[in-house]
């Protein structure tokens, strides 16, 4: 970001200080804006009840107390947030986003979309958010294809 950002000086008119962001997705670089200015975006990591030395993500249904993704659109938000982060070189956001991951209740459905962005916009070097894909996967499957998929995470590519 600081890249992006550096070439922009106060000898240039305020109307040519653009950053373009094409293909990118509107919700996921209003909560890059939002971490700019806050250091956290929404739903918000928030202590756990249960555990003190948890947090949970605060609940977008007050009414069922958790953050339930049943088409895999949460999930893909924080995807889209931490690839987007990648993008503009800001590992403290894509800590964040992958935090925030690994606290939504999905379904199969859910991660099945999940992997599939991840799989397609993610460098195969990139463990940290792939690695545990696998193992998703490989929980669920067959006890061979468990067996196979949690000894070589290439499968998924």
């Given at each position: ?87 503009l070189g800001m590992d403290e956001l894509k800590t964040l986003a992958h935090a925030k991951i690994h606290k939504i209740n999905s379904t199969a459905k859910g991660e099945l979309e999940y992997a599939r962005f991840v799989y397609a916009n993610t460098p195969r070097q990139d463990k940290t958010i ?28």
């Amino acid at each position: 970001m600081a890249e992006i950002c550096s070439c922009y000086t106060h000898d240039i008119p305020a109307s040519e200080r653009v950053v373009s962001l094409p293909g990118e997705d509107l919700d996921a670089v209003g909560c890059f804006l939002q971490y700019l200015y806050t250091d956290e975006y929404s739903p918000r990591l928030t202590p756990n009840p249960q555990r003190q030395d948890d947090t949970i993500l605060e609940a977008l249904d007050p009414d069922l107390g958790v953050q339930k993704d049943l088409d895999g659109s949460h999930l893909l938000k924080h995807a889209k947030i931490y690839t987007l982060a990648e993008k503009l070189g800001m590992d403290e956001l894509k800590t964040l986003a992958h935090a925030k991951i690994h606290k939504i209740n999905s379904t199969a459905k859910g991660e099945l979309e999940y992997a599939r962005f991840v799989y397609a916009n993610t460098p195969r070097q990139d463990k940290t958010i792939r690695t545990p894909i696998a193992t998703y996967w490989a929980h669920k499957s067959t006890p061979p294809v468990a067996s196979c998929l949690a000894n070589n995470t290439n499968l998924l590519k």
